[in-house]
Structure formats: structure tokens, C-alpha cells
């Protein structure tokens, strides 16, 4: 069977936690649902609606889209679990107050990005003309192992240099700019352009980070990286990493580290992991 692809959010689930991954990936556990997907995927949308109509519309249109967008999305999770007691939440609120509030800050998130990126002087880049780099597709081959995914955006500034840019939602800053560099080897295979720099634009202070140099990740590196991750899923290779993130794990509850057996979601071979 032909090898599945891979993925930046695989890597770093894998890396953040290996049974946590073998819970989501192999076992295909039920995940607990939460507010700050929602948020995120409906702000993403917004965004990128505005972006791809030239930044036709105000600020009132982009949040009417982060409703629609939310109502949605709100409505795909309930269906997967209808007793919102058992969301996660990003601290001690209650579900309820949890979503009201991530409503109402992505909604202001949305109106602060036009705010901000009307005044900016950086524009999404445009590499064929008609079709803006927002929410960009990509497959990178590396050494055979096939690396999917989206990139939010490249943005071009006035002296022509490029940038790729993650939007970001949540409070915590990445700590590597791992996800940057693979964009980068991206751009690169798909257009011969390196930008060579990225940043995350980050939600809640409405302003991307300093740049981040990509120079360190080089292809060689990152394609050794995955192919030992690609590897180890294979060999089902699952290591716990028990700490801080477990609190928001959305398969906890089937951890050995919670008090549940996990054996009731049994590790099952798959080419397809």
C-alpha cells in the first residue's frame, strides 16, 4: 500500500505527544471538542475571504463572515458532541462562557485585522497573477515522503522581499519556527522563490511577531526529521509526554496518564497512519 502523506500538524502532534497521536491518529479515538477551533477556523476564513476579494469589503462584511463561519462550525461539533459540559476550555471557565467569549474576541479579532492590514505595507503576494498566496496548497516531496498542508499567507513588502506568514488565534507564541521553514522549502519548490523569512501574525496583539530566520532549517534537515518521524509511526513507535499540554489533549480521557485504559483504543497497524 502506497505510503500516506504527512504533515506539519503530524509532526508536531508526534513530536508534542506520541500517545496522544496514536490516540487521534491510529486509534481514531473520539476528541473532545472546544471553542478555540471554532474561533480559529472561522477568523482564518474571514480572513481569507477578505484577502481573496482584494480587500474589497469593510470590516462590518469580515465579521458577518466570522458568524457565518462560527454558526457553522458550531454546529459540526455539537453534532459530534452535544453535552457541552464535557468542551475543553482554555482554564477554569465554564463551556458556556467559554464560547460566548470566543465569539465575541474573534469577531474583534476579524475587525482589528482589516484595521491593521489596511495600514500595513506589506500585501499578499500574488505569484500568478489572479490567484493571491492566502490559505496556499502545497505537496513537498521529500525523499519520498509526501508533506501536505496549507500555508496561510506570503506576503510581499514594498522592496519586493517575500515573507511566509501563520495567523495565529491562541495566547501562546510557537517556540521554533518549524512550520515557517517547511513553508519556506514550499514557496521554494513550487515558484523557485526562498523567502527565507516568516513570521506569525498573531491574533491577540493584532501584529505579526519579528521575522524568524529560516536559514537554520535547511532541506536536508527537515527531510531527515520526517523521515524519522515517518519511521517511527510505522514501527509504532509511541512515546507519552506527560505535562502542561495534557490539560488541553482532546483524547485525555483515554490516556493511561488520566486513570482510563487505553487499551480500549489498541494500537492497530496501518499504512495509512
Known amino acids: 500500500m502506497a505510503p ?6 503530524q509532526y508536531q502532534g508526534f513530536v508534542r505527544c506520541g500517545e496522544a497521536y496514536r490516540l487521534e491518529k491510529i486509534a481514531k479515538a473520539p476528541q473532545n471538542q472546544a ?31 466570522f458568524e457565518e463561519a462560527w454558526e457553522r462550525e458550531y454546529a459540526k461539533a ?23 467569549r470566543r465569539r465575541e474576541r474573534g ?14 505595507p506589506e500585501r499578499i503576494w500574488e505569484p500568478i497573477e489572479g490567484q493571491p498566496a492566502i490559505e496556499l496548497s502545497f505537496s513537498l516531496d521529500l525523499d519520498g515522503i509526501e508533506v501536505k498542508g496549507f500555508i496561510d499567507q506570503v506576503v510581499e513588502y514594498p522592496d519586493g522581499h517575500l515573507r511566509v506568514r501563520d495567523l495565529k488565534t491562541g495566547t501562546k507564541l510557537p517556540d521554533t519556527a518549524f512550520q515557517l521553514a517547511i513553508y519556506d522549502h514550499a514557496v521554494n519548490a513550487m515558484f523557485g522563490e526562498k523567502p527565507g523569512f516568516g513570521d506569525y501574525f498573531m491574533a491577540k496583539n493584532n501584529a505579526p511577531t519579528d521575522p524568524w530566520n529560516l536559514q537554520d532549517y535547511s532541506l536536508e534537515k527537515v527531510t531527515r526529521w520526517f523521515r524519522n518521524m515517518d519511521k517511527a509511526v510505522r514501527l509504532g513507535l509511541f512515546l507519552p509526554n506527560p505535562g502542561d499540554a495534557c490539560r488541553t489533549c482532546t483524547v485525555r480521557r483515554f490516556c493511561d496518564f488520566n486513570g482510563i485504559d487505553a487499551r480500549q483504543y489498541p494500537y492497530e497497524e496501518s499504512a495509512n497512519a
Open 35 to 65: 471553542g478555540w477551533f471554532i474561533q480559529g477556523t472561522a477568523y482564518h476564513e474571514a480572513v481569507e475571504r477578505w484577502e481573496k476579494s482584494y480587500r474589497a469589503y469593510g470590516p462590518e462584511v469580515m465579521a458577518d463572515w
Open 78 to 100: 455539537v453534532a459530534i458532541e452535544p453535552d457541552i459540559s464535557r468542551w475543553l476550555t482554555g482554564g477554569m471557565t465554564k463551556p458556556e462562557t467559554d464560547l460566548k
Open 4 to 9: 500516506a502523506h504527512r504533515s506539519v500538524s
Open 107 to 120: 469577531r474583534d479579532q476579524v475587525e482589528a485585522y482589516f484595521e491593521y492590514a489596511i495600514e500595513a
